[in-house]
């Protein structure tokens, strides 16, 4: 079937990159854009209707011109048509899904690495839907909440690295399997203009899971790719209590070597205008680091604390808890830690688990 596209937009989130005592790198951001389009539904009906949200119909009537946005059932002469909102079958979703995961384990096939299997954190389908629901590319959602902070809320207990995309709209109806390929073609192969970032993140070797979320009506599709790190068999997991910090678990990638934390102002509700404008139309960082947690006897350049416990082993066994009142200067807000594994003299991120602190 001949396809016109008309816009494909991509976003994404680069790694953090390593970290060690005494120095702070810059998080490396990349930056997108996103355009958008109004969506008018050609049919043929005796009435004129006006309404906002995304439908699909169960039948095509013959031609005239209506705007459609809200479930409405209508009858005209001789047929009746009913709009409905739904998105996508489960089954069919999950085929959706398992191809894009194909296609993402072939590309790091192609270059040597491991599959990724398929993670269960609800938060990428989530935000896919918001995003095909309210006509936007972000890696916000209409909550202000980053990935990261959608990840914990969700359940989450590793490191979450986020790409999103979003494609339309359409003259006619298109395959959804090719605009996912086309799409993760787009961030491996065309990806020049954003610095490869896409790209860097499809193709981590530190990634072992990713979440994939799908929405799609007939003109527009929303991908949301969570990578993740899941590496950590939590026997206590992250816990934040009346300002002291604790977790104990074993990793099974390298041994524990530092916490960054990274502060954001509190999450505020944001309109489909603003997420369509900067900042929100960019890319996301993890915020402004504030300090970092590490072992006793240790220092460090920037704001830093001492843990009472730091015990860790070469087999990957931890115990760590700190008393972090000192980095909680900045107040209310998200403060998101990062653990760090030496793996091999590289620096990797193991946790991105937000704490939503409210004094």
């Not at 989130?13 to 109004?38: D, H, M, N, P, R």
């Amino acid at each position: 079937m001949k396809t016109a596209l008309s816009l494909i937009a991509v976003m994404l989130v680069a790694g953090l990159g390593g970290l060690f005592y005494g120095v702070s790198q810059a998080q490396t951001v990349t930056e997108f854009k996103v355009e958008t389009v109004s969506l008018t539904e050609v049919a043929t009906l005796t009435e004129t209707v006006t309404l906002t949200e995304t439908y699909t119909k169960t039948e095509v009537p013959p031609p005239e011109t209506r705007t459609l946005t809200e479930t409405v059932t209508f009858t005209p002469p001789a047929q009746t048509v009913t709009v409905t909102k739904t998105l996508i079958p489960a089954s069919t979703r999950q085929e959706l899904v398992d191809f894009a995961l194909e296609l993402i384990n072939e590309d790091r096939a192609n270059h040597g690495l491991p599959p990724v299997k398929l993670g269960s954190n609800p938060a990428a389908q989530k935000h896919a839907e918001e995003m095909l629901e309210n006509d936007y590319l972000s890696h916000w959602n209409l909550a202000g909440m980053k990935p990261y902070m959608r990840y914990t809320l969700e359940g989450g207990e590793g490191a979450v690295f986020e790409n999103v995309a979003y494609s339309g709209h359409w003259s006619e109806k298109f395959s959804a399997k090719e605009i996912i390929a086309r799409l993760e073609y787009g961030m491996m192969y065309e990806d020049e203009e954003f610095n490869w970032g896409h790209r860097n993140n499809i193709l981590s070797k530190w990634h072992n899971k990713v979440n994939i979320g799908l929405a799609y009506n007939d003109y527009t599709l929303t991908i949301v790719q969570d990578f993740e790190r899941d590496y950590i068999e939590w026997e206590e997991p992250v816990k934040y209590d009346g300002g002291t910090l604790s977790m104990k678990g074993k990793t099974a990638l390298g041994e524990p070597y530092m916490i960054s934390l990274y502060y954001d102002s509190p999450p505020a509700p944001l309109t489909r205008g603003q997420l369509l404008n900067p900042p929100y139309d960019k890319s996301y960082s993890m915020g402004e680091e504030v300090g970092c947690i590490i072992p006793e006897g240790y220092a460090a350049e920037s704001s830093y604390v001492n843990a009472s416990i730091w015990k860790t082993s070469p087999s990957g066994e931890f115990e760590i808890t700190a008393d972090i009142t000192p980095l909680l200067s900045r107040g209310d807000g998200v403060y998101t830690l990062v653990l760090w594994a030496e793996v091999n003299g590289e620096y990797v991120e193991l946790t991105t688990h937000s704490l939503f602190i409210k004094e």
